[in-house]
């Protein structure tokens, strides 16, 4: 079973700046990787596919990068309405999906 | 506009059973595969079970295998989860989401349904 890791667990960050936010897989993964966003109450929303590609109507202010074991998702500027759970996801070896336990972006 | 609208949650005894259901729409059921995820109560999300688009093939976490059934029925755009011999850890919300339509993540998922085992 892959085991994904996300750092940091939480991530204050001030509005208009920039939060880098970190997944890193057990092993290899190729870019077989989403991301997705969990706000309170709410299922989650794909942000992210494909470790880089953004999902339909997601701002061009979230990108992906990375591959094999290390991904990162950037938010350049943050607005009031990303603050909220950010999950990454591997799909490249399953069953069984596996996901990284979460970081919680809040406001600082 | 893809929807995914789950029902069947509630609370159930410990030993009891439960079967969940997902009611699609805006898409073409019958061309994607389909999962079930869940989410205990301020816990990350935890994959539960997935059906290919004509029910050939089926997986389930090592968690719920042996108790519970995933199904599907293309002629009524449903997904469903039959829930047996639930434990208090089965306790959370239950998404059922769709893979296939960008990539092999959940790329549409339902608003959940709740299910609470406890005595």
């Known amino acids: 079973e892959i085991v994904m890791t996300q750092s940091p667990a939480t991530l204050s960050v001030s509005p208009g700046e920039r939060a880098t936010l970190s997944c890193r897989a057990s092993?290899?993964?190729?870019?077989?990787l989403v991301w997705y966003q969990q706000k309170p109450g709410q299922a989650p929303r794909l942000l992210i596919y494909?470790?880089?590609t953004r999902a339909t109507g997601i701002p061009a202010r979230f990108s992906g990068s990375g591959s094999g074991t290390e991904f990162t998702l950037t938010i350049s500027s943050l607005q009031s309405e990303d603050f909220a759970v950010y999950y990454c996801?591997?799909?490249?070896?399953?069953?069984?999906?596996?996901f990284g336990q979460g970081t919680k972006l809040e406001i600082k | 506009e893809v929807q995914l609208v789950e029902s069947g949650g509630g609370l159930v005894k410990p030993g009891g059973s439960l079967r969940l259901s997902c009611a699609a729409s805006?898409?073409?059921?019958?061309?994607?595969?389909m999962n079930w995820v869940r989410q205990a109560p301020g816990k990350g999300l935890e994959w539960v079970s997935s059906?290919?688009?004509?029910?050939?093939?089926?997986y389930y976490a090592d968690s719920v295998k042996g108790r519970f059934t995933i199904s599907r029925d293309n002629a009524k755009n449903s997904l469903y989860l039959q829930m047996n011999s639930l434990r208090a850890e089965d306790t959370a919300v239950y998404y059922c989401?769709?893979?296939?339509?960008?990539?092999?993540?959940?790329?549409?998922w339902g608003q959940g349904t709740l299910v609470t085992v406890s005595s």
């Open positions: 989401a769709i893979s296939g339509v960008y990539s092999s993540g959940f790329d549409y």
């Open positions: 805006g898409f073409t059921f019958s061309t994607y595969n």
């Open positions: 059906i290919s688009s004509s029910s050939s093939y089926i």
């Open positions: 092993q290899s993964i190729s870019s077989n």
């Open positions: 494909g470790a880089s």
């Open positions: 996801q591997q799909y490249n070896n399953w069953p069984p999906y596996t």
